[in-house]
T-cell receptor, first 110, second 118 residues
């Protein structure tokens, strides 16, 4: 069993929809949780960073971490075609060695 | 802030030659850098972790003699693919741990290098 599970999609939504992306994990030692956006043939870009459990909001993006369920989510409000990309979750414990999900491909169509 | 500059962005080389990829942290000191390989529509595969001034730690199955990593300074890490073969063709990405004041803020990535071996 992989440490981090993430549905690869693709997830196709209409413009303006609320997008929900999520990851589950098995390592209870993970303390740091991140979401990255990766466009084709580019390096990943950090979108959200959360330490331990809780919610964090930044513009149209909201990250949620539920450590009791080992479940993290990224919500995108008012999705735009420019949001079409692959979204990767990442997490690490105190050794700061990252573990990535396989990424979810998101397509926002006009 | 916290930008990692990666060069070249793409390279084509002949089979049997070596290729060097550079990653520089532009506005911070990167004590730890990670090197990844990514195949189309696949996730990031960690190849090795390098710490400034010490030998890199390679993941299982990664040939350390083939993928030479040097992290000689706090702002520069290099990956050299030696005696490249077509199966080494891939997208290589470096990443640095962001942290200051004793706190951790995630990882920042280079823009990636697309290597094609012909």
């Amino acid at each position: 069993q992989k440490e981090v599970e993430q549905d690869p999609g693709p997830l196709s939504v209409p413009e303006g929809a609320i997008v929900s992306l999520n990851c589950t994990y098995s390592n209870s030692a993970f303390q740091y949780f991140m979401w990255y956006r990766q466009y084709s043939r580019k390096g990943p870009e950090l979108l959200m960073y959360t330490y331990s459990s809780g919610n964090k909001e930044d513009g149209r993006f909201t990250a949620q971490v539920d450590k009791s369920s080992k479940y993290i989510s990224l919500f995108i409000r008012d999705s735009q075609p420019s949001d079409s990309a692959t979204y990767l979750c990442a997490m690490s414990d105190e050794d700061y060695i990252p573990t990535f999900g396989r990424g979810t491909s998101l397509i926002v169509h006009p | 802030g916290a930008v990692v500059s990666q060069h070249p962005s793409w390279v084509i080389c002949k089979s049997g030659t070596s290729v060097k990829i550079e990653c520089r942290s532009l506005d911070f000191q990167a004590t730890t850098m990670f090197w990844y390989r990514q195949f189309p529509k696949q996730s990031l595969m960690l190849m090795a972790t390098s710490n400034e001034g010490s030998k890199a730690t390679y993941e299982q199955g990664v040939e350390k003699d083939k993928f030479l990593i040097n992290h000689a300074s706090l702002t520069l890490s290099t990956l050299t693919v030696t005696s490249a073969h077509p199966e080494d063709s891939s997208f290589y990405i470096c990443s640095a741990r962001m942290g200051w004041g004793g706190r951790f803020y995630g990882y920042t990535f280079g823009s990636g290098t697309r290597l094609t071996v012909v």
